[in-house]
Every structure is written in structure tokens, then in C-alpha cells.
């Protein structure tokens, strides 16, 4: 009996450019409406001029996650 659930994810990369520092002021990501609120991730940033806690952008010569995981 089928339940309806997904059973399989498809995954695709974009790329994202930065002029100056990465920060979530930057990036296209950044939604500004009511409250600044990241489109990927749904974090509220409190400080834009920082990447968020949750960011999840790598950076392509070393592979590691932008984002501070607190």
C-alpha cells in the first residue's frame, strides 16, 4: 500500500557571487521584507554584515561550509 511519501530527493547546485566580503547583506539569498530572513536556510539574521549561523554556502577551493553552526 502506497502512503504518498517522497521516497527519492534531486539535487542541484548553483553558483553564487560575492564582490567584496561574503556576508549575508550580499547575498541574493537574503529576503528583506518584514524581517531579513535567509531563502535557503529560513534563519532570521540578526546581523546582516556576518554570514548566518546556518549558511550553507561552500567555498569551492577548501569545501568548507561558510556558516558558524552555533
Known amino acids: 500500500?502506497?502512503?504518498?511519501?517522497?521516497?527519492?530527493?534531486?539535487?542541484r547546485t548553483v553558483d553564487i557571487h560575492f564582490t567584496g566580503d561574503i556576508c549575508c547583506a550580499r547575498c541574493p539569498?537574503?529576503?528583506?521584507?518584514?524581517?531579513?530572513q535567509c531563502r535557503r536556510t529560513g534563519e532570521y539574521i540578526l546581523d546582516d554584515r556576518i554570514v548566518g549561523g546556518w549558511c550553507p554556502l561552500r567555498d569551492p577551493?577548501?569545501?568548507?561550509?561558510?556558516?558558524?553552526?552555533y
Do not use: F, V
Open 1 to 11: 500500500m502506497d502512503k504518498g511519501g517522497c521516497t527519492s530527493y534531486i539535487t
Open 29 to 36: 539569498l537574503l529576503e528583506t521584507y518584514a524581517r531579513k
Open 61 to 69: 577551493e577548501t569545501g568548507c561550509i561558510e556558516g558558524q553552526y
